[in-house]
């Protein structure tokens, strides 16, 4: 009976020993995919701007988080040049920084943001676009970003973007040339340059880039060195702006 009684025994001990790994294995691979990491841990930042968070491993059916979950950092910040459309003075203390694609609404609402921190601080800001559209080059978030730039060849980069983003991210290319010629643009030029994909390195020189950041999704903001996946919103703007201006007091 007390040989019976240890054989049961260890039976069950090995097959609840076995369950158990199982069980655990299981619910560690699953918490360790759902993760995910906080962008602001400031308590000084709002509870707004706090919340905003990504998914590591973003799934493909979200077009505006699915852009290069693959990359690590590679670089410290986005480099700064004069190829990439700006507003403001070229030496301003303040650099927003912002990766963004024309099909993706909650872009257009930081904008619109971002235009009110214009207003507010002036020279001491300077705003720079990033194109970040989806990698499929007959999409008309790149053609978007395609034909924005376009527009910049001829000057008129921020006309054709205000435009554009007054679309909500539903256009086509017909709505490429109506704003050409309301902006005034020598629509010959514009198309060719359309047709051609004339300005394709650019957007691809600033996809490499927000790959070797790291990013991952749209809006993606920069305030100097300070990086914000998601929309800031103006309050928050004003405070790490003003703490931006102490420091190079």
Not at 13 to 31: D, E, K, M
Request: some cysteine; hydrophobic content about 40%.
């Amino acid at each position: 009976m007390k040989k019976d009684s240890i054989k049961i025994s260890t039976f069950v001990f090995v097959t609840f020993s076995l369950s158990a790994f199982v069980v655990v294995s299981f619910l560690f691979i699953f918490l360790s995919s759902k993760i995910k990491y906080a962008v602001v841990n400031s308590d000084s930042y709002s509870e707004e701007t706090r919340n905003i968070r990504y998914e590591e491993n973003a799934g493909h059916d979200d077009p505006f988080l699915t852009k290069a979950s693959t990359y690590r950092r590679t670089i410290a910040g986005p480099i700064i040049s004069n190829f990439d459309p700006y507003i403001g003075n070229l030496e301003s203390p303040i650099k927003i920084i912002v990766y963004s694609d024309f099909t993706c609404p909650y872009c257009y609402e930081q904008e619109r943001v971002i235009k009110k921190v214009i207003d507010k601080y002036g020279e001491s800001v300077r705003f720079i676009w990033k194109d970040y559209p989806e990698l499929d080059i007959e999409s008309m978030s790149f053609r978007g970003a395609v034909a924005a730039r376009c527009a910049q060849e001829q000057d008129a980069f921020w006309l054709f973007h205000d435009r554009l983003f007054a679309k909500k991210g539903v256009f086509d290319e017909e709505d490429f040339i109506e704003i050409g010629k309301n902006i005034g643009l020598n629509i010959g030029k514009f198309n060719v340059c359309i047709e051609n994909y004339d300005t394709q390195k650019l957007i691809l020189d600033n996809v490499e880039e927000a790959n070797a950041l790291g990013i991952i999704g749209v809006p993606n903001v920069y305030v100097n060195d300070r990086e914000f996946i998601g929309n800031v919103s103006e309050k928050d703007f004003s405070l790490i702006i003003d703490n931006e201006l102490k420091a190079n007091e």
